[in-house]
Every structure is written in structure tokens, then in C-alpha cells.
């Protein structure tokens, strides 16, 4: 049994380590990809696994704002608020924070078109962003049935098109103002999705998330759909503070 000194002293670590900035908890990395391809993302570990842990995995996909080559302004919306969360929990998790290079995209498609066609091939970016979780799915310590996956805007259509291209890959998703290929939704037809989007959003158009959410509803899809009245682009600032949609996420596991 714990003694109250014990659960005190737990107690003010977990408040400390919440005080901690997004920046402060993860590490800078660099992934190699081919000829001489570089992706510059953060991760995050919690310290002090017990040897046999398994934990779930978040990928997050950032929007265009973001882009650079500083391997910190990706931390900049969402990253701090889910650590957040699992420390409050007290359920360990790692993220992987990949950031896109200035006047780059994940998917090369305009933000503004009412639709688009997924290519053949991903963006060299893209591709490797699946190489690297792949790669530490294995080399962390990672429960491969709770994997994840979920961006904004830029990163929304990240997270469209890394679940139709890897649709078993991962044990549910939340695009937050992004849009996808209607054409491919029967791939992720049997994938825990949660949709958002503000009605008014200047950036990139509601139509973008309602197409691809009536598409799912017409080939059985698992996918629920939030849209806020009167909210332009920025949801994502209410949407990763809510409880109910992270316990919704944690919960999900890979058919």
C-alpha cells in the first residue's frame, strides 16, 4: 500500500511534469530517407516505462502554419494538450510530431477545391512520415493495436490520406478541417473516425469534411461528425481539450 508521502510526492510529480512545455517534454530527431531525404520531427517518451510497458502511439500531423525547419513550431497546436491529458490520466503514451518543410504540403492538393483525387504515390513527405512510424512501431515500446492518428487543416488532409493509404494500420482518427477523396472511403470504411469542422471556416470549406463523412454513412463507415456553428478554421484549439473526445480516442483499438 502507498503511504501518503509516496502518493504526495507522485502527486506534485505528475503536477510538475504538466507544467512542462510540449517543447520541454519531447526530443528533436531527424529521419533518414532515401537519397538523402530528410524529415525533422519531434518525439515524445515518457521516462521511467516499467520493462514490459506497451503504449498507445498518437502520429500528429500539423497544419500549414507550422511548416519550417526549426523542428519546433509543429509543437505549436494540440501536442501540448494531449500530453496533457495522459499525464492527468496517468496513462503513458508517445507522440511523433513530424514536421513539413516551408512551401511543402503532406498531400499536394489545393485547400481551397471542393475535391480531389488521391495520386498514385504520397508526397516524398508523406511517404516518409509512414516509414518513420512503421519504423518505431517496432523500435519503442509500442501497443501496435493502439496507434493514431490525427491533424489539423493542412495536417486534416495528412490524416485523410495516411488512413486511406494505410487503413489497417491504425486503431482510429480524427481529421480536424481537412478533406480526403470521397472515391477512397470505402477503404476506411471500417476505421473509428471522429470528424470536425467549423461551419464557417474561411480556410478550407465544411463541404471538404461533410462529403467525406456522407461518403463513409454510404458504405457503412465508422464515423462520427461534430461541426461547430458560427467557428472559422481554428477548432482544433477546443477540440483537443476536450475530454470526451480524447477518452473517445484512448479507447479505440484496431479491429
Keep these: 500500500m502507498k503511504t501518503l508521502a509516496t502518493m504526495s510526492a507522485l502527486l506534485i510529480g505528475a503536477m510538475l511534469a504538466s507544467a512542462q512545455t510540449a517543447e520541454e517534454l519531447t526530443t528533436q530527431e531527424v529521419f ?6 530528410k524529415l525533422l520531427y519531434r518525439q515524445y517518451v515518457p521516462k521511467d516505462l516499467a ?3 506497451k503504449i498507445p502511439l498518437v502520429l500528429f500531423l500539423h497544419g500549414a502554419g507550422e511548416r519550417g525547419d526549426d523542428n519546433t513550431a509543429q509543437l505549436k497546436h494540440g501536442v501540448g494538450a494531449i500530453i ?3 499525464q492527468e490520466k496517468q496513462m503513458p503514451i508517445a ?3 513530424p514536421q513539413c518543410p516551408n512551401n511543402q504540403m503532406w498531400v499536394n492538393k489545393p ?4 475535391s480531389h483525387h488521391m495520386d498514385k504515390s504520397p508526397t516524398g513527405n508523406l511517404a516518409m512520415v509512414l516509414s518513420l512510424l512503421k519504423e518505431k512501431i517496432t523500435s519503442l515500446p509500442i501497443d501496435p493495436n493502439r496507434v493514431y492518428v490525427t491533424g489539423i487543416s493542412m495536417g486534416g488532409y495528412g490524416t485523410w ?3 486511406q493509404r494505410e487503413p489497417t ?13 470521397t472515391r477512397e ?4 470504411r471500417d476505421l473509428p473516425i471522429w470528424v470536425f469542422h467549423g461551419d464557417a471556416d474561411m480556410a478550407v470549406p465544411v463541404e471538404r469534411s461533410r462529403a467525406m463523412v456522407t461518403a463513409l454513412w454510404g458504405c457503412g463507415g465508422h464515423v462520427y461528425y461534430r461541426e461547430y456553428p458560427n467557428m472559422n478554421h481554428d477548432v482544433w484549439t477546443r477540440t483537443y481539450n476536450d475530454r470526451e473526445v480524447l477518452d473517445w480516442l484512448f479507447k479505440q483499438k484496431r479491429r
Design 185 to 188: 472511403a470505402w477503404r476506411i
Design 161 to 163: 490520406e495516411i488512413i
Design 51 to 53: 520493462p514490459d510497458a
Design 169 to 181: 494500420l491504425f486503431a482510429a482518427a480524427i481529421p480536424i478541417c481537412g478533406g480526403g477523396d
Design 95 to 97: 507522440m511523433l510530431v
Design 32 to 37: 533518414n530517407g532515401k537519397n538523402g531525404a
Design 84 to 86: 496533457k491529458y495522459s
Design 111 to 114: 485547400w481551397g477545391a471542393t
